[in-house]
């Protein structure tokens, strides 16, 4: 168990936010990049990886089952799999530090693969639930050899010769239960079929189908809302380019930034527009965000777009439950963008905000509070209120090991009235390492 030691930064308003910038790769086909790299055969380069703290973690993962890992350059990264069933049992526990990602994702791998391997990571990674992952992996054929109290890290599994392909409806939209489950159906003689009652982030499916896997996605439930997504097991896999876009969730605080600061127009290159992916930039749209989708193109299997944000007066808006999905990791920055709003903002069906990086709704709450801004939590909604004007700020917030909430919180002090402090900016380093100087950059006031 690791983490950096506790660093303290301070956002202070200033000036307006002028200039362009690409932000970092996205984590979630980092990820990904790294897992099928090590499970294909033959080598796969990759354009773009993000060099944040959680990728390196399940790339130095990847390295330890088996595959060769090398760095050839700035974001560029080449693999050399070990093919479905051919990886070895790693000498030293997988830390994965704070990455909810690469962890579920690996135990979905392991679980399915015949090979032992023990899992751990940070003091917010213990915390999190991994038994919706563990449930379905069972059920193919994984072992649990021993877990921290509650099916938490550190934990040690075993897979199977071959995985029991099954049916499994998620009880979560997760992603992450998905692609853990396709991951382990990967080594399993027949069809593993994934039900999810609203879609997810389908990053897994698109690049497993990238390395030559047959994945078939038909709509499932009422309104079509939901997703049937069934893998035919054991296909070879081979090593391929993937060319990983900017990652919206990243994208999502510059963006938050150019509209509260006064004066600003920022311009976010080669962001994924992945419909997915886009719930945020919808909402903020709906609050009145002056927020435009340039340039239109093609990039590694996705559409990306520049978005020029300007300064925009915004107000209050109901975000449904079945956005969620689409913007999970985006409640914290929005928060942020309806303090800012006139009137009532109100976020429903936020339970999973509490099995995240931190029990975010909780944090969320307590930076608002910290800072005077007024909120409320309603079952799973979270409601904002605002004025219209900029909140007043000044406070000190907890971050709870938390990436997202360090900025999003550093996002508010740049335009409140008074400076904001986060206890902890350290964590940073998991998603958008260059976030700080790429701030500053566009003329923010953030220091140590
Ligand atoms: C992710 C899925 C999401 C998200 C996480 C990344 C992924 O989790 O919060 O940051 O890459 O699959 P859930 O799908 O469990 O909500």
Known sequence: MSHAPAQSLTAAPGHPLRGSLRPPGDKSISHRAMILGLLAIGETRVEGLLEGDDVLRTAAAAKALGATVERLGEGRWRVAGVGIGGLSDPAEVLDFGNAGTGSRLMMG????????????????LRKRPMRRILDPILRMGAQVVSEAEGGRVPLTLRGPREAIPITYESP????????AVLLAGLNAPGTTTLIEAAASRDHTERMLRLFGATVAVTPHGPGGHGRSIALTGQPTLRGTAVVVPADPSSA?????????????????????????????????????????RLNEREEGGETVADLRVRASRLKGVDVPAERAPSMIDEYPILAVAAAFAEGETRMNGLHELRVKESDRLAAVAAGLAANGVRHA??????????????????????????????????????????????????MIATSFPSFRPTMQALGAAIGG
């Open 109 to 124: 791998v392991v679980g399915g693969q015949p090979v032992t391997a023990t899992f751990d990571g940070d003091a917010s």
């Open 252 to 292: 999502a605080f510059p963006l938050v930034a150019a509209l509260i600061v006064p004066g600003s127009e920022v311009t976010i290159e080669g962001v994924m527009m992945n419909p997915l992916r886009t719930g945020l930039i919808t909402t903020l749209i709906e609050m009145g965000g002056e927020i435009e």
């Open 172 to 179: 979560v939209a997760s992603a992450q239960i998905k692609s």
């Open 377 to 426: 939590i309603a079952g799973d909604d979270l409601i904002v209120t605002g004025d219209g004007t900029a909140p007043r700020g000044g406070g000190t917030v907890e971050t709870h090991l938390d990436h997202r909430i360090a900025m999003s919180f550093l996002v508010m002090g740049l335009a409140a009235r008074d400076a904001v402090t986060v206890d902890d900016g350290a």
